[in-house]
């Protein structure tokens, strides 16, 4: 069985479930004697601050364009058109706005606050959205990272008189637009929650890392960001289950659950304490209610899958890959998985069109190269 931490992350799609309940109080939740001081502090001021290469491209680059079309049209385009702030998606880390723009690229997240803070410094009113959609997981060593996605809507500023180039009310900047047949829902969300998803971001980044001290000052920031945040709560209690806090991962999960008792990623984690401490009758109710709520949990098939590839049964291994891409038809570690049973059954070609939608899907650069690599060396085997 495939025993994963839960977190949420928001990468390429945000999963991010609405509290139906007021937020758990925040007092006690935190024990900063627990952990050492952070590497540098955490500091939401940095967030969205500009660098002084941002100041300078909008006050040299962009000030034309600024002047001939208004500021909205004018970041749009150089957003958008290639040899100009074009970004390149990259969910390898989740940066700052001046990060992002240094690098020219980023997860959605990160691409959504870059424009946001050069935007704001336009004069541009800025408007943040929650995307819902089929929930996606993806896995960093025995963490289960759940996905989501994130966009800004950029509106005129107040008294432009340049609208006969922008006549659009609401212009919508989205980084990773739906996939073809993928539902979308969206709602509006504060900057506070902006800042918390960018805060539980990087908890859940240090912690895959291995920096659970780190982790600690992130997740604490998060919930004080926008306490209604329950993910942040999550990555908090998952800190706490690492560091060996037992008792307190087990009062923040339950204040979690408190709030939003069907939060299956809370459900998953409680159900890993109590199994921990040997609680197993508590344990087992837990794992029973989260079946109800969740009958098959992410990545089981894929897990079975892996299995019969290492009893090299490439046929079960096929049909458990199969069913994972079924629910989860984008997820790149499914169809490489799925690449690899089918070069096992000798069905080359197949494999070859796996690995490259398995490169397509992959959101990583690092990625995208491992199966490139992989991709190449079928192509030269199938032109021998």
Known sequence: MLRCLRLVLILPLLWLAACAAPPPPTESLFDDSLFAAPARPVDAGEVFALSEPM?????????RDVRRK??????????????????????QRTRNAAEAFEARSGNCLSLVIMSAALARQLGLPVQFHSV???????????????????????????GDARTRFDVVEAMLIDFEPPRPGEKQYSRSISESTVLAMYMNNRAAESLAAGEVDE??????????SEPTFLAAHNTLAVVYLRHGQLQRAERVLQRLLAAEPANTAALANLARLYEK???TPEAAAVQQRLARIEPVPPYHYFQLGLEAMQRRDYAQAKAMFEKEIDRAAYHHEFHFGLALANYGLGNVKEAQRQLGLAMKASTRDADRQLYAGKLERLKALRIQ
């Open 55 to 63: 100041q300078r491209y909008l006050e040299q680059e962009l000030a």
């Open 215 to 224: 982790a600690y000052w992130f997740a604490r920031a998060a919930i004080e």
């Open 277 to 279: 401490q040997g609680r």
């Open 70 to 91: 208004g500021p909205r049209a004018a970041l749009v385009d150089a957003l958008y058109a290639p040899g100009r702030l074009r970004l390149d998606y990259d969910a």
């Open 132 to 158: 819902q959609s089929d929930a996606g997981w993806g896995r960093s060593g025995d963490l289960l990272v759940s996905s989501g996605h994130v966009n800004l809507v950029l509106r005129h500023p107040s």
